[in-house]
C-alpha cells in the first residue's frame, strides 16, 4: 500500500508495478521457518470470537489512502469480524459517511467524507513494532477486479521524516486476482501477488522496489490459503510466499533522502515498524489496470487471515542477520 500526501510521481510509481518495472526476480529459493533459529515473540491465531484490542485497532478513515481508493474504514463487525478462528476483513457495497483521515494524519477539525463502499483495516500501531525478523500471514485473498488487500508494515515513528523518508514494507498485496491480464501466465487472469519497499526522497522523487510472483503451478492465489512472509535482517530483506524467496533486496538497493540517515547505509529500514492488514476498494492501481474500474460483481469481497505471527532471531536480536541463511 502506498500512504501519505497524494502526489503525481507517487501514484506513478505505484502503477509501474503492474508496467513491468518489477526488479529482476531471483532465482528460486527455500527459506523455511524450522531450523533456522526464528522464535515466535507475538502472535494472533483469531481463536476468539472479536478482535484482540490489546494488539489491534481499527482504523476508521475515508479518505482512500492517499490512491482514491473507494472505500470507508469502518470499526463494525459488518466489516472486521473473528469467526471460525480467522481474521475477516469484508468489503461492502454500501453509502456510508465518516471522519476523513486517521487521528495521527487528521486535520483540526478532521472533516467528513461520504464514500461507496466500507471495509475494515486493523493495525497494530502503538501498540505492538518490531525491529528485524521474520513476519508471516497466512491468508486467502479475494478474488475480482477492485479488491486489494494486503498486509504491510510502516514505521512506529517517523524517525527519518514523513513516507516515505522513514519507509514502507509491503509483504503481501494482492490487486484484481483473476481479472483479465495479457503478462500473466497460465490463462486463469491475474495470478500475481506483490510485495514491495518503498523509500528514498519525498514524492515525486520516491523509489520503490518490487516483485511479482506467481504460485508454482500458476493457480489463482483467491483459491487457498497461503504463507506470505517477509524475513528482515540488517541491511537484507527478502520475501517469501509458502517459504519460497520471491525478492531479495540489499541495502545497496535502498536509501532515505533524509539528512537523519547520513552515514547510516541499513537506513530507513532499521527502525521499529508496526503491523497492518486492510481490503482496500479501487484505487489507481486496481482500477487503471486489468479490466480496469472496480466491478460491481466482485462485492461483498472477504479477505480472510488465519494467522499473523511476528519471529526474532534468538541467536542475533540487534540485527536478524544469523538466521537468514
Given at each position: ?67 482514491f ?63 528485524y ?65 518503498h ?16 504460485l ?68 489507481r ?11 460491481a ?29
Amino acid at each position: 500500500m502506498i500512504t501519505g500526501p497524494l502526489k503525481a510521481g507517487m501514484l506513478a510509481a505505484a502503477l509501474l508495478l503492474f508496467a513491468g518495472s518489477s526488479a529482476a526476480e531471483a532465482p528460486v529459493a527455500l527459506a523455511p521457518l524450522e531450523g533456522a533459529g526464528w522464535e515466535l515473540a507475538w502472535a494472533d491465531e483469531f481463536d476468539g470470537d472479536s478482535l484482540d484490542r490489546s494488539k489491534w485497532t481499527p482504523e476508521v478513515s475515508c479518505w482512500g489512502g492517499g490512491n482514491f481508493e473507494r472505500q470507508c474504514y469502518t470499526d463494525r463487525p459488518e466489516n472486521i469480524a473473528v469467526e471460525g478462528g480467522m481474521l475477516l476483513l469484508k468489503a461492502r457495497k454500501e453509502r456510508f459517511t465518516g471522519p476523513a483521515r486517521p487521528p495521527e494524519i487528521a486535520e483540526n477539525p478532521n472533516p467528513q467524507l461520504t464514500q461507496s463502499y466500507t471495509s475494515g483495516k486493523v493495525r497494530t500501531r502503538g501498540l505492538h513494532a518490531w525491529r528485524y525478523g521474520r513476519i508471516e500471514v497466512r491468508a486467502k485473498v479475494p478474488p475480482g477486479q477492485g479488491p486489494w488487500s494486503a498486509v504491510w508494515m510502516m514505521p512506529d515513528a517517523d524517525a527519518y521524516g514523513r513516507w516515505p523518508l522513514s519507509g514502507e514494507i509491503d509483504i503481501l498485496e494482492a490487486v484484481n486476482i483473476g481479472a483479465k491480464c495479457k503478462l500473466c501466465d497460465g490463462g486463469r487472469g491475474e495470478n500475481r501477488t506483490i510485495s514491495a519497499l518503498h523509500f528514498g526522497d519525498l514524492p515525486p522523487r520516491n523509489r520503490l522496489v518490487d516483485g511479482r510472483t506467481t504460485l508454482p503451478d500458476g493457480a489463482l492465489p483467491s483459491d487457498d490459503f497461503h504463507v506470505y512472509a517477509v524475513e528482515w535482517g540488517e541491511g537484507l530483506i527478502r520475501f517469501l510466499v509458502d517459504d519460497r524467496v520471491h525478492l531479495t533486496v540489499t541495502a545497496d538497493q535502498w536509501d532515505s533522502a533524509s539528512p537523519l540517515a547520513l552515514g547510516n547505509a541499513a537506513a530507513p529500514f532499521d527502525q521499529p515498524f508496526y503491523v497492518m492488514a486492510n481490503l482496500a476498494v479501487g484505487g489507481r492501481l486496481a482500477e487503471e489496470n486489468n479490466a480496469k474500474g472496480v466491478a460491481a460483481k466482485s462485492f461483498p469481497a472477504q479477505f480472510a487471515i488465519d494467522w499473523i505471527r511476528v519471529y526474532q532471531c534468538a541467536e542475533d536480536p540487534d540485527r536478524g542477520r544469523a538466521c537468514m541463511r
